[in-house]
Structure formats: structure tokens, C-alpha cells
């Protein structure tokens, strides 16, 4: 079956600076991929949809120039929190294929 | 857009018995319908789906109904175990193209109390 790799799965950094997580499609090539944020006890919430070659797609609310997506191949899928801030700290995970298969998830703590 | 709404937000049963966990959806364009499993932690695992050409689908322990007409969908879980103590998440989506972007529900934390 598909698999989705996804790194870190965490991470903690300090206030202000920026933070790069990776999401690999291992055994598939995925033209679009699927950032979600999920704080503790919610819902899965969709940031943006990563798209081969071409600029994301960010939900109503999601600041792009905070959270920079760059999808350059067909297996891999980045999102860089910029200057991130405590009330980033949250659950990031990413999802690619047919099945909707999701990454391992990074947790990011801002200190 | 779709809106998801899901109940319970958390359902505590004996091992052994059924758990029902119910959504609403709002979207009639809606035609795939995911239940995911996510344990603490970790990723959302995808359990059972189901389409709206079908009614009922049922694998093992697991069913999920499906009333397009009331946009209503349910997940049935019977014999419960202690193992299948986790949050699940219904989800909802239109098929574009083949590939489909889902909305979720809330989350129902189901215990199962050996």
C-alpha cells in the first residue's frame, strides 16, 4: 500500500525562527499533497493543498507567507513554518494518494 | 463548503458492547465517506469507507451506513475491545478528477473499559 513519510515528527524551537518539515510519498508519485494542523483533542484541519510545480493552495485563514509550502517533485512535499510562534506549537501531518494516506505527523512545540 | 458534524464527542462502553458514532454532512455533492482511527500520537489510520452508490458496508467488527436523502452516515463498531479505544473521525468529500480533498468530523474518543 501507499506510504507517507513524514520529518521530523518533532521538533522544538525558539521563538521567531523558522522550521522545515518534509513529507515523502516512498513507494507512489503524488502531484498534490495535503497539509493539515490538528491541535490537542480537535479536528484535522486543512491548511493547504501542496501541488507539483505550481503555488499551494491555502485555506481561508492560513497565512501563506507563514507557512510556505514548496512541492518541487513528484515525491516530496515541504512546509516551512516562518518565524513561528508558541501559538503555532501544534500537530502538523500531511496526506498524499488515492487512500488519503497520512504522514507520521510532526509535532512542533515553540518555546 | 462542507460542513461535518459528528457525535458523540466521546463514548465510553464495556468490551463487548456496540459503540455508534453518528455524522451530518451538509454538502450534496458529498459522494466518499472515510472513518479514520487515530491513537494517540499518531497518524489517522483509515478503518472503513464507504460511497454513496452503496448504503451499508460492513468489514468484521466494523459497518457504516449511509442515508444520502438525511446526509447522515454512521460507524458501528460491535464487540468492542480494549484495543479499539481511540479518537475516530468521520469525514466527508466530493470526488473531483479521481482524487478527493475530505472534511472532518470533530472527533469521537471512544474507551472501551475491559
Known amino acids: 500500500g501507499a506510504v507517507v513519510s513524514q520529518h521530523p515528527s518533532r521538533v522544538i524551537c525558539k521563538s521567531g525562527t523558522s522550521v522545515k518539515i518534509e513529507c515523502r510519498s516512498l513507494?507512489?508519485?503524488?502531484?498534490?499533497m495535503f497539509w493539515y494542523r490538528q491541535f490537542p483533542k480537535q479536528s484535522l484541519m486543512l491548511m493547504a493543498t501542496?501541488?507539483?510545480?505550481?503555488?499551494?493552495?491555502?485555506e481561508q485563514g492560513v497565512e501563506k507567507d507563514k507557512f510556505l509550502i514548496n512541492h518541487a517533485s513528484l515525491t516530496l512535499s515541504t512546509l516551512t513554518v516562518t518565524s513561528a510562534h508558541p501559538e503555532d506549537s501544534s500537530f502538523y501531518i500531511c496526506?498524499?494518494?488515492?487512500?488519503?494516506?497520512f504522514g507520521s505527523g510532526t509535532r512542533l512545540t515553540v518555546v | 463548503g462542507e460542513n461535518v458534524e459528528q457525535h458523540p464527542s466521546t463514548l465510553s462502553v464495556q468490551e463487548g458492547d456496540s459503540a455508534v458514532i453518528k455524522c451530518t454532512y451538509s454538502?450534496?455533492?458529498?459522494?466518499?465517506f472515510p472513518w479514520y482511527k487515530q491513537e494517540l500520537g499518531k497518524r489517522p489510520q483509515l478503518i472503513i469507507d464507504?460511497?454513496?452508490?452503496?448504503g451499508e458496508k460492513k468489514d468484521q467488527r466494523i459497518a457504516v451506513t449511509l442515508n444520502k436523502t438525511a446526509k447522515h452516515f454512521s460507524l458501528h463498531i460491535t464487540e468492542t475491545q480494549p484495543e479499539d479505544s481511540a479518537v475516530y473521525f468521520c469525514?466527508?468529500?466530493?470526488?473531483?478528477?479521481?482524487?478527493?480533498?475530505?472534511?472532518f468530523g470533530r472527533g469521537t474518543s471512544l474507551i472501551v473499559h475491559p
Open positions: 501542496s501541488n507539483e510545480g505550481s503555488k499551494a493552495t491555502y
Open positions: 454538502d450534496s455533492a458529498s459522494n466518499y
Open positions: 464507504i460511497r454513496s452508490n452503496v
Open positions: 469525514a466527508a468529500s466530493p470526488t473531483s478528477g479521481g482524487s478527493y480533498i475530505p472534511t
Open positions: 496526506s498524499a494518494g488515492e487512500g488519503y494516506t
Open positions: 513507494d507512489f508519485q503524488a502531484t498534490t
